[in-house]
């Protein structure tokens, strides 16, 4: 249960001073539902001000003026603005709005009287010129105009200084609390208390007081990494405390390991091992198997489930789309039943006779292993002894729908584990971020017989000659994907059109080609991806809906037309969409620039360098770091998209090293007191459920 000191945080923000029915909406849209979101809604500029005269202002600058109001011009016609001129004694300062009530203006600006004026300074015909004044006081009440305010996100009819008032009301209902961070580790940092840190954050003294590396922020983000490491780690160890099947290797694992048409790679070998240690160990395994494309995570993932299905119990791997499902089936089953272990596909495609044999064989336990899609975790599926749950691209899926899949177990033998996958290789920092609660095998290397991709990098107006290698290659009996970023023209954007490119290459190939789509159906969408999997179409023009989740091991070309707007991570997932069987494969990056290589006009900086890091090397795991580097403090790998979870305060990128500290702080604490009993601990929870770190978050999606 919540602890009741954060009540008033989590209260309804309707109760807030100045929250009515027009401003609830508003702010529940920009800030979120509770007093404890307008807290943390940070500023995200400042005004700062000083104080001048009109001989001295500098244009650009937001200052304050001391004037004379000497009369207003009131518009003659519409569209003309309203001007009140004002002077002081070293010249005049033009007072300007475009629209607005004259009458309230009059009010505000008497003629003859004395007002202190702030705006930003512009200058026309030599003169000081204001539009729309931002405050405007007597004499008596300057001090209420700040010499630094901040600015808040706002939105049409929720101004950024009514945000402000309703930041420092949450302000003052945030409770004082128990330190919860080490003493001799904010000693260290130089960090203040963590009150004195919101405190700082909604009183910045100026531009450098929003960077993520002022000391007060610094506080803040650790604070939330903190709090999440936290709740990583007890997940994890509530995991570990779970007893679960004992399984171990046998005749069916050392069958399917002589079936497999090559050898392990070392670190195909090195996790299985690390797998089988965790299944050996009567503690529910909860483990991500991290590889390159074309690494060979099925073969290790396929060894574990014979090892279930082997020890008398039974396992399941779920893919997320039919075509990768049956694809998973076709190259498995044979191998597996060929071991002794029955093998049976469940889709949501199932014509009714199937489903009902397949769900009878998985309940009586006749069949060992069961691959599928989502219908693996419906309500009417029962498995018999289901020991081990494997999940193909795991970020496909969310935390409850893994949860549904492990439900399926057999109370009386235990927990089900878990063994996740992922084609997408990330930098060791951010796995603690989106895999912090699961153990992490990673495979470095390809198996062989893998050839390698070239891959060239090449302007847009050299397209026309791309498209005639291409016709070239196909009639020679080459596949190709040709992906686009957009489905259909915008008048907002020069990309590209899938649709259009799919009809100019069919013209000029003389073929049917192939096109997939996020916005045509399901059913199909796959039908034609399967088509082209099945060599019935030799060229599909796609947009990234084949990033993941395809293998054509015919297909031997990809071409990306404005790879320069795509990320560093997908141009390497998108190009491991071949160099998949044993012919040598390409990969031809179009970009917008004019001349011939990846320092061509039109691209910039880090643009150019994503180009060159691809054309470099097919290094999954050296990419990411690059990735990982060039991205630097802006958007941290796209964290909404990647299902990272959605920080207020810390950025993973350019808090890199608290992150590493905050994880190691988390399984220090866990290790002395691991109920969280200590005054810290107690502390502790408070923190985390101030941060609302829960299961449904994504923390480890």
Known sequence: MRPQILFPLFADVDGLKGVGPRTLPLIQKLAGPLVRDVLFLSPVGVITRRRTNAADAVEGEVAVFDVVVDRMIAPGKPGVPLKVRAS?????????????????????????????????????????QIVHPDWIVPLDKGEEIPAVEPVYPATAGLTSRNVRKLALGALAAAPELDEWQDAAWLTKQQWPGWRTALEALHAPTGEADLSPDAAPRQRLAYDELF????????????????????????????????????????????????IRRDLASGEQMGRLLQ?????????????????????????????????????????????????????????????????RDRLAALASGEAKVAIGT?????????????????????????????????????????????????????????????????????????????????????PLARIGEVAQRLKAAVEGGAQAYWICPLVAESEASDLAAAEERARDLSRILNIEVGLAHGQMPGAQREAVMADFADGRISVLVATTVVEVGVDVPNATIMVIEHADRFGLAQLHQLRGRVGRGAKSSACILLYGGQDGGPSGKGLGDTARE??????????????????????GGGDPLGLKQSGFPAYRFADPIRHRSLLLAAADDARLVLNRDPDLTTARGEAIRVLEALFDWKADRRGAD
């Open 227 to 274: 709090a999440h490491q936290m709740a990583l780690a007890r997940r994890k160890r509530a995991r570990q405390v779970t007893p679960a099947p004992i399984v171990a290797p046998g005749e069916a694992s050392d069958a399917l390991l002589t079936a497999l048409p090559f050898s392990l790679t070392g670190a195909q070998a090195q996790a299985i091992a690390e």
């Open 610 to 631: 994503r180009l060159e890091t691809l054309r470099r090397t097919e290094d999954g795991f050296e990419i990411a770091e690059e990735d990982f580097r060039l991205r």
């Open 291 to 355: 590889g390159d494309v074309g690494s060979g995570k099925t073969a290790v993932a396929a060894l574990a489930m014979a090892d279930a299905a082997g020890s008398g119990f039974q396992a399941a791997l779920m893919a997320p789309t039919e075509i990768l499902a049956r694809q998973h089936f076709q190259r498995l089953s044979p191998m597996l039943e060929a071991a002794g272990l029955p093998t049976i596909l469940l889709t949501g495609r199932d014509t009714p006779a199937e489903r």
């Open 374 to 458: 989502h219908a693996l975790f419906q309500d009417a599926v029962r498995f018999d002894r289901l020991a081990l749950a494997v999940i193909d691209e795991q970020h496909r899926f969310g935390v409850n729908e893994r949860a549904r899949l492990q439900a399926k177990g057999d109370p009386r033998t235990g927990g089900v584990h878990l063994l996740t996958m992922s084609a997408t290789p990330i930098p060791r920092t951010l796995e603690l971020t989106q895999y912090g609660e699961l153990e992490v095998s990673r495979l470095t290397e390809k198996p062989p017989g893998r050839t390698s991709i070239s891959t060239a990098v090449l």
């Open 88 to 128: 002081d004694e070293t010249g005049f300062v033009h007072l300007i709005w475009f629209g607005g009530s004259p009458q309230h203006i009059d009010r505000q600006l008497p003629r003859g009287e004395r007002r202190l004026v702030s705006g930003k300074v512009e200058r026309f015909n030599g003169e000081v």
